[in-house]
T-cell receptor, first 111, second 112 residues
Framework: QKEVEQNSGPLSVPEGAIASLNCTYS??????FFWYRQYSGKSPELIMS????GDKEDGRFTAQLNKASQYVSLLIRDSQPSDSATYLC???????????FGSGTRLSIRP | NAGVTQTPKFRILKIGQSMTLQCTQD?????MYWYRQDPGMGLKLIYY???????DKGEVPNGYNVSRSTTEDFPLRLELAAPSQTSVYFC???????????FGSGTQLSVL
């Protein structure tokens, strides 16, 4: 089992709709979870971090964490063409003090 | 604000050559990481460091070496370059272990 798994996509969503991105992880001891956005040819940039079960909202972005199911998701409301990018889920493995990334989900917002 | 600086931005190597990718951060961060990203893929952890003098292997360490003699610098050494090492390499740092990563702009490496 991969340490961090994401659906590679591409995920195509119409402009104005909600985009839903999912991620599962294998280490039950993980406590810190991150979503990074990466535009083609650029470095990843942090969108959201979440540390406790439940929802965390920041503008149009909502991160959801369920530690019992080892599942973290990112919702993007009112999707814009500028949201078209690859979204990387990252998990901090406290057993080894390292951050592991998933393979990323490519999101395309169609006008 | 320099942040995390990587050099070079682009490099072409011949099979069997060696090189060092440089990474410097000016934020006094303890944690530093090297990742590689193959086309259309996520980031794979090569090596990381939790402080000066301390390094550890990540997911894909074979063919690479690192050192951390100062807080600021975390160079990545490629010995005997192979085509499988063609990738984009990102250096990143964070103040504490669970916090956001600050990324450099990346190094595009081709081994031919």
């Amino acid at each position: 089992q991969k340490e961090v798994e994401q659906n590679s996509g591409p995920l195509s969503v119409p402009e104005g709709a909600i985009a839903s991105l999912n991620c599962t992880y294998s280490d039950r001891g993980s406590q810190s979870f991150f979503w990074y956005r990466q535009y083609s040819g650029k470095s990843p940039e942090l969108i959201m971090s979440i540390y406790s079960n439940g929802d965390k909202e920041d503008g149009r972005f909502t991160a959801q964490l369920n530690k019992a199911s080892q599942y973290v998701s990112l919702l993007i409301r009112d999707s814009q063409p500028s949201d078209s990018a690859t979204y990387l889920c990252a998990v901090f493995y406290s057993s080894a003090s390292k951050i592991i990334f998933g393979s990323g989900t490519r999101l395309s917002i169609r006008p | 604000n320099a942040g995390v600086t990587q050099t070079p931005k682009f490099r072409i190597l011949k099979i069997g050559q060696s090189m060092t990718l440089q990474c410097t951060q000016d934020m006094n961060h303890n944690y530093m990481y090297w990742y590689r990203q193959d086309p259309g893929m996520g980031l794979k952890l090569i090596y990381y460091s939790v402080g000066a003098g301390i390094t550890d292997k990540g997911e894909v360490p074979n063919g690479y070496n690192v050192s951390r003699s100062t807080t600021e610098d975390f160079p990545l050494r490629l010995e005997l370059a192979a085509p499988s090492q063609t990738s984009v390499y990102f250096c990143a740092s964070s103040l504490r272990d669970k916090e956001k990563l600050f990324f450099g702009s990346g190094t595009q490496l081709s081994v031919l």
